[in-house]
């Protein structure tokens, strides 16, 4: 197996496209070093993006914020303005694994591993963000929801890399949240999770939603219907029961010994709920 590191994302894109065998972008190596010890994979190849400047920054400008791919979790929780302008998203990055998790693992290790229970996957959903791919073609930018395409899979393509997240400048009296239900509080991986981004408008109405789900189909899912439910309300018991309903239905979970089909069809309806008025009160300032 050989391992290199190099300094930029050019080069990066470069040796994963000239690969002969399976090759592996590294990042925190929390998901691919489990993966490797298994023996679930013998990469011909380990490219190790943590030595790459441009992917270890997080910059904020006129736009919005991009979060470099090979940045730790814990440094998004110690970054102020992001935590300010995204909490939904900062909390879910945060709740991956533990502290010796958190000063390794990426949001983008996390998204590319392409499990559906990905802690900051239905956060980044609901917020809109946005992956930054560099490639032996030049550049390209996927919404998070279309870079996995079920479990373990992902649409990157031989050579690309995820060079960046990206969050725009959320609009006025936006909130986002993000809850999963775990039987553990800690280290533990998501039975059902749901993110969700609003922004109000006069009078507290909600005029914009996105609502995403974790864990309850072979992707994270972003429910339109769930989003419709809430829009044009001030999320009253009727919008949220709404809300719940519409969750419920856009359900398609396994049934496991982690949870059965009908309790995360149920939970998640009670996550959204409980992540909905969150979210609304981050919007109202509260
Ligand atoms: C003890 C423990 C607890 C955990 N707890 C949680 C938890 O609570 N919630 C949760 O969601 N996960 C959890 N995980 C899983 C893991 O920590 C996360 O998925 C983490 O975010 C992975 O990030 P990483 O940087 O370590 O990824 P890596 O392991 O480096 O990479 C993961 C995958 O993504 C690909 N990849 C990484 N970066 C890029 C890039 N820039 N471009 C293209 N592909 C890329 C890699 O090739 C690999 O296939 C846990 C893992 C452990 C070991």
């Not at 969700?196 to 994270?220: D, E, S, Y």
Request: hydrophobic share 45%.
């Amino acid at each position: 197996m050989r391992y290199e590191a190099p300094k930029t994302i050019r080069e990066a894109a470069g040796l994963l496209a000239k690969a002969k065998g399976s090759a592996f972008v590294l990042a925190g190596g929390s998901d691919l070093l489990v993966r490797l010890k298994g023996g679930m994979i013998e990469p011909e190849l380990l490219v190790d993006v943590k030595r790459i400047p441009s992917m270890q920054t997080v910059t904020k400008s006129a736009a919005g914020f991009r979060i470099g791919a090979a940045v730790p979790c814990a440094a998004l929780g110690e970054n102020v303005a992001l935590k300010k302008a995204w909490p939904g998203v900062v909390e879910a990055a945060n709740l991956i694994g533990s502290d010796q998790i958190q000063s390794r693992c990426t949001i983008v290790g996390n998204l590319c591993n392409a499990s559906p229970a990905a802690d900051s996957v239905p956060a980044m959903v609901a917020a809109g963000a946005k992956a930054a791919i560099v490639g032996p073609k030049g550049r390209r930018t996927v919404a998070v929801e279309d870079v996995v395409t079920g479990p373990g899979k992902t649409s990157l393509k031989k050579g690309e890399v995820i060079e960046a997240i990206t969050l725009a400048k959320p609009a006025p009296k936006s909130g986002d949240a993000y809850l999963r239900f775990t039987p553990r509080t800690e280290m533990d991986i998501a039975v059902v999770s749901a993110g969700i981004c609003l922004t109000l408008g006069a009078k507290g109405v909600i005029k914009k939603a996105r609502v995403a789900l974790g864990a309850v189909g072979p992707t994270v899912l972003l429910v339109p219907a769930a989003a419709k439910a809430i829009v044009g309300t001030k999320l009253d018991d009727a919008a949220l029961a709404k809300l719940a309903a519409a969750c419920e239905a856009a359900c398609k979970p396994i049934d496991d010994k982690r949870g059965t089909i009908e309790f995360r069809t149920e939970v998640a309806g009670v996550l959204a709920r409980r992540a909905a008025l969150i979210a609304y009160q981050r919007a109202r300032g509260e």
